[in-house]
């Protein structure tokens, strides 16, 4: 026991928890995928909002860059605009900040050196200079901070009105929800998402500016003080610790994407519960709904457990690599010409010499580590940030198509229904053509069927004129209100003619008003308009 014991040194357990923890993060790595894919959906509704995988690429490389600098191009329109304004003043406020580093290391260790000398006139003097530059280092601190939110208020206000835009063009926004089901939460991209991306877009461009500009000058100052080998084996620290870490961090942009998902499922269920609430009070349906939210938050719980633990597994690592080793790193390096009493830097200087560039010396250094050490950890926003390009970048994608009059939907397949697969395999959204006419409402060999395939009439054939009374009635689901999707330009045709006059010259009345809905689904027949 006593031979066992003289090993458990707090260094020898230090490294024995480490190994441990990154052999559980492995196993925990590869066991992640297996459990995911035994997970099963808890509700029919959760359907077609159940696509892992395919959509998730998200990671910091050529597409990710590609995608940014597209989003970018709205964010920021023209060369001289508001935002740009704001980029060059945010980048002044961080030069100003840096100059303003320099001097309180360097008023510093001159308050330093007095006190150790016993200069009362000295330490008076550089005392009284530090306070008379205090109001300025905390202008420019806070003009810094005004400049960062002004610029997160205007790229959001940019990148909403763009989204919006595209939107609530046409019927859009009808087409995402109904037509199109690659985006279930257009409500979370639109709102919770965007702000997270310009946030994170503009910490990241805060969060990487101001140690680049560190390094650069300190380089500077260094290069011409103890020599460029000191700072280029801090740079070549950099180089190998940030591709390290980079590709430990790899899981965080796909972790994101699904944080955002199961969130935005989380809000859906919710909003649809009071939606639809007096339909499920009608069918008691309270349990089965309450099991539907247990289910997609205990989703959400669930991955957010793990994104914390595996956040926390990170930081640990970070801390390690990114901070304190980075710290050791500028010791070693600071020390050399002090420590190596053959110098030629410091063969005839003084004790106050020594002491005070040390000070001046040793603190640039450990500045720069300590940048070297953001820049490294900037890399973790940089891939948490490409989970929210990415969820951005898809919803641009569907506007865009949907705009463009194509849509993607998952189609459920009827067993029952195999005989007419030959027949649904000829239908082809949008093959039907529209012809705007004044006075007349014409069918001609037009097939009626849902967005998602289903056939209700193979081959709709009528005509209504002007001052015709017509009365459509029959039971439910038989496509009453698909007729009117269909002349209402809601839902695609699959072929044949309309002949109809234009959007504006139709009147709809809404199925909730009382004994004048035509378009109803059920109940008994209201008196026919005249078309």
Not at 79 to 106: K, N, S
Not at 363 to 390: C, D, N, W
């Amino acid at each position: 026991m006593a031979a066992f014991s003289k090993y458990l040194t707090a260094k020898n357990s230090s490294i024995a928890g480490g190994i441990l923890l990154v052999l559980y993060l492995l196993k925990h790595r590869r066991r992640a995928p297996k459990q995911a894919g035994k997970k099963g959906s808890s509700a029919e509704l959760l359907l077609s909002i159940e696509k892992d995988g395919r959509k998730d690429r998200a990671a910091v490389d050529k597409v990710f860059f590609l995608r940014i600098l597209q989003i970018l191009r709205i964010m920021v329109p023209r060369f001289i605009c508001m935002e740009t304004g704001y980029l060059v003043f945010i980048a002044a406020m961080l030069v100003a900040r840096t100059y303003c580093d320099v001097w309180m290391i360097q008023n510093g260790t001159m308050i330093e050196s007095a006190i150790i000398g016993r200069s009362t006139k000295d330490f008076k003097v550089f005392l009284f200079s530090f306070i008379k530059f205090m109001p300025l280092i905390a202008l420019v601190n806070n003009f810094l901070k005004l400049g960062l939110n002004e610029l997160k208020l205007r790229f959001r206000e940019r990148l909403t009105k763009n989204l919006y835009d595209q939107y609530l063009l046409g019927f859009t926004f009808y087409k995402m929800g109904n037509l199109d089901n690659r985006i279930a939460n257009a409500d979370q991209l639109l709102t919770q998402d965007v702000e997270k991306f310009c946030n994170s877009v503009v910490d990241l461009y805060s969060n990487l500016s101001k140690p680049l500009l560190d390094i650069g000058l300190y380089l500077f100052k260094l290069t011409s003080a103890i020599g460029a080998q000191g700072p280029a084996i801090m740079m070549a620290y950099l180089l190998i610790s940030g591709l390290f870490l980079t590709r430990l961090r790899r899981p965080i942009g796909k972790m994101t994407v699904t944080e955002q998902r199961y969130e935005g499922e989380y809000r859906y269920v919710n909003s649809r519960l009071i939606t639809n609430s007096e339909e499920i009070a009608f069918y008691n349906g309270n349990l089965r709904e309450k099991q539907t939210i247990h289910a997609t938050f205990k989703k959400l719980v669930d991955h957010l457990h793990n994104f914390i633990f595996f956040r926390f597994s990170m930081g640990f690592v970070d801390s390690i690599i990114a901070k304190y080793i980075a710290t050791v790193v500028g010791y070693l390096v600071v020390s050399r010409p002090f420590l190596n009493l053959s110098h030629p830097r410091h063969l005839h200087s003084s004790h106050n010499e020594l002491l005070e560039d040390y000070y001046q010396s040793g603190r640039m250094l450990l500045r720069m580590s300590q940048a070297l050490g953001r820049i490294v950890l900037a890399g973790r926003e940089m891939t948490r940030l490409s989970g929210f390009t990415a969820r951005i970048t898809e919803l641009m994608k569907v506007l865009k198509e949907l705009n463009a009059g194509k849509y993607e939907r998952t189609m459920v397949s009827h067993p029952e229904k195999e005989s007419d697969d030959a027949e649904k395999i000829l239908l082809v959204p949008g093959s039907g053509q529209i012809i705007n006419r004044d006075n007349i409402i014409k069918f001609d060999h037009t097939p009626l069927a849902t967005p998602n395939g289903d056939i209700l009439i193979k081959d709709l054939t009528f005509e209504v004129r002007s001052g015709t009374n017509v009365l459509v009635c029959g039971p439910n689901g038989c496509g009453k209100s698909s007729l009117f999707r269909a002349l209402g330009e809601l839902w695609p045709l699959f072929g044949g003619h309309l002949t109809k006059p234009e959007r504006g010259k139709l009147f709809y009345v809404p199925q909730g008003l009382p004994n004048y809905g035509p378009w109803a689904d059920s109940g008994p027949p209201s008196p026919p308009p005249t078309i």
